[in-house]
């Protein structure tokens, strides 16, 4: 199974409120987890990206949990932003450069 | 540096027509995947090339096909086209082929009328 379950769909945060979003996949093969950042008319952005021997990433506001018994990883937003509404996706892949997305996040963040 | 440059931005095609898009890559970068994005199935792996050849293919029906050119730079096509191929195709480009980075561009938005 290739599937990667993305939740919540849609999320509303205040200024300054930590945003989080989760993922969990079903392939054990996976060994890439890539978050994008999509604005509209755009295409998704490269935000962080983890791989399994390590549980948490972090850069600047971003931090990628991951739970690799659990094979759910997650997406935490410090201090979110106005600036930071946009569509989010999780994505996974093993091997080579074919990602399997999540079904997106709309995040909007309230002033 | 210049990022991944898909052309055109916009297209309008009528059923039954066929239609080419066009990705250049980040110089350098010798890995090309497409994807479709549409508001229902969400972001779809249409297929990868690397070095001239097609590495993976996603699970799209014939009438969809690309080919990747000596310099890196992709094509994909679509013959027949439907109502429901209409969507954001989007090209990605990555420095090699193992679970690098994939930088993508801002896609061409396909409408089939």
């Known amino acids: 199974q290739q599937q990667v379950k993305q939740s919540p769909q849609s999320l509303i945060v205040q200024k300054g409120g930590i945003s989080i979003i989760n993922c969990a996949y079903e392939n054990t093969a996976f060994d890439y987890f890539p978050w994008y950042q999509q604005f509209p008319g755009k295409g998704p952005a490269l935000l962080i990206a983890i791989r399994p021997d390590v549980s948490e990433k972090k850069e600047g506001r971003f931090t990628i949990s991951f739970n690799k018994s659990a094979k759910q990883f997650s997406l935490h937003i410090m201090d979110s932003q106005p600036g930071d509404s946009a569509t989010y996706f999780c994505?996974?892949?093993?091997?080579?450069?074919?990602?399997?997305f999540g079904g997106g996040t709309r995040l909007m963040v309230k002033p | 540096k210049a990022g991944v440059t898909q052309t055109p931005r916009y297209l309008i095609k009528t059923r039954g027509q066929q239609v080419t898009l066009s990705c250049s890559p980040i110089s350098g970068h010798r890995s090309v995947s497409w994807y479709q994005q549409t508001p229902g199935q969400g972001l779809q792996f249409l297929f990868e090339y690397f070095s001239e050849t097609q590495r993976n293919k996603g699970n799209f029906p014939g009438r969809f096909s690309g080919r990747q050119f000596s310099n890196s730079r992709s094509e994909m096509n679509v013959s027949t086209l439907e109502l429901g191929d209409s969507a954001l195709y989007l090209c990605a480009s990555s420095l090699v082929q193992e679970n690098t980075e994939a930088f993508f561009g801002q896609g061409t938005r396909l409408t089939v009328v």
């Open positions: 994505a996974a892949s093993m091997g080579g450069n074919m990602l399997t």
